[in-house]
């Protein structure tokens, strides 16, 4: 007897909502109402957004565009099923690994999107890169290494050991502003809508304004080189190589709050996208993740036997790059070490970044990591 058959549709949903894609495969072969019961729009529709949240504005067009609309089978239903595939090959550690070389001597940078690459080099320039590993553009500009970028859909910036920060469009990729004032090199920029915020290895922070190129703000109270830098939903937060974490009034110019553990320098830091969580890295070979708002450190996460240089999060996962030339991805709710990767690059890592679809990283041996966990599946199912 079916008796499932013969529930409210509205229970028989909840029920199939507990399944993941491979159980309603096998629960769609049990019989024709089944089947149709598994096809339903709203059971996948409610699995994508228990597991996922609401569809990105770059997906609610994919989905317009699909017979159907927004609520049917023809987006939920693969878009559910590709992410169950990815999910599983995270799980497994299963990726497909492409290396890319092009830069002339040590990548001390790397950003990406689902269009492009984007490094910074020694060799003083900026290149962009398809995802294939091809060169697609060369900036240059800079009269030192370029330590550190960041763009969005309208500009991009750098920072260079020549002390200054250029502002680029991305539309025309010609030089907007110049951004001349600290004392040594810019080791970290940070990218808003308004402002760009710098720091360097004279241990002041500034803040500039993006319409203009007008310097609002410098930022002084840490003792050492400031290596990194976050701003997020108004969220600023830098790393000094003094082993201080401090937020700062970006109208004041005041420290709000110092984050206190690490026991040395600090290398690198990354707040999540709603800047709740903070993770810090550095050179006592800890990754600490803290509760921004409390400045109380949540949990550290052990395993690297080198300086963690760089860092990055995404959804529930942390990854970290270190000069012990290996990457590893934690579990950003229990800081359990999920995987560590290592063969890949013959020296320190200099920066890692990735997308819950891709870990990209670069190195002092001159090359980019791209290691896919999505290939074969379709991209604008991942888009942000």
């Not at 007008?214 to 290596?227: I, M």
Request: aromatic residues 10%; proline residues 2%; hydrophobic residues 40%.
């Amino acid at each position: 007897m079916d008796l499932v058959s013969n529930l409210p549709l509205e229970i028989v949903l909840l029920i199939f909502q507990s399944c993941d894609p491979d159980a309603l495969r096998i629960c769609s072969y049990v019989s024709r109402a089944w089947h149709g019961l598994v096809s339903d729009p709203l059971l996948w529709k409610a699995l994508y957004e228990t597991r996922y949240g609401r569809l990105s504005p770059s997906q609610l067009q994919l989905a317009r565009g699909l017979d159907g609309g927004v609520g049917s089978n023809p987006f939920y239903k693969p878009c559910v099923q590709s992410r169950h595939v990815a999910d599983r090959r995270w799980a497994r550690g299963a990726y497909k690994a492409r290396s890319v070389l092009g830069h002339m001597d040590s990548i001390y940078c790397v950003q990406f999107d689902a269009k492009r690459i984007v490094t910074g080099s020694r060799d003083r320039t900026i290149k962009f890169w398809t995802h294939d590993g091809y060169c697609q553009r060369t900036l240059r500009a800079h009269d030192g290494s370029v330590l550190c970028v960041q763009f969005d859909d309208t500009y991009l910036v750098s920072g260079s050991s020549d002390h200054s920060v250029f502002v680029w469009c991305m539309s025309t990729f010609q030089v907007k502003f110049h951004l001349t004032g600290h004392g040594a090199a810019v080791l970290d920029v940070a990218l808003g809508k308004r402002h760009v915020v710098s720091c360097s290895k004279d241990a002041t922070l500034k803040i500039w304004m993006l319409k203009d190129g007008s310097l609002v703000r410098t930022l002084r109270g840490h003792r050492g080189p400031v290596n990194a830098v976050q701003f997020k939903c108004g969220v600023l937060i830098s790393a000094c190589g003094d082993g201080s974490i401090k937020r700062w009034d970006m109208h004041t110019g005041h420290v709000l709050r110092d984050y206190e553990g690490h026991t040395k320098g600090l290398a690198c830091i990354q707040l999540d996208d709603h800047a709740r969580t903070l993770v810090s890295g550095g050179g006592d070979h800890a990754v600490r993740v803290w509760d921004v708002a409390t400045g109380q450190c949540r949990f550290v996460c052990d395993g690297h036997t080198n300086l963690v240089r760089a860092l990055d999060i995404h959804d529930k996962y942390i990854v970290s790059g270190s000069y012990d030339r290996t990457i590893r991805v934690w579990d950003i709710h229990t800081g359990k070490c999920i995987h560590t990767f290592q063969g890949y690059h013959a020296t320190w890592v200099f920066d890692v970044q990735f997308d819950g679809r891709r870990i990209i990283s670069t190195s002092q041996d001159q090359r980019i990591m791209i290691m896919d966990f999505t290939h074969g599946l379709d991209w604008r199912f991942f888009a942000p």
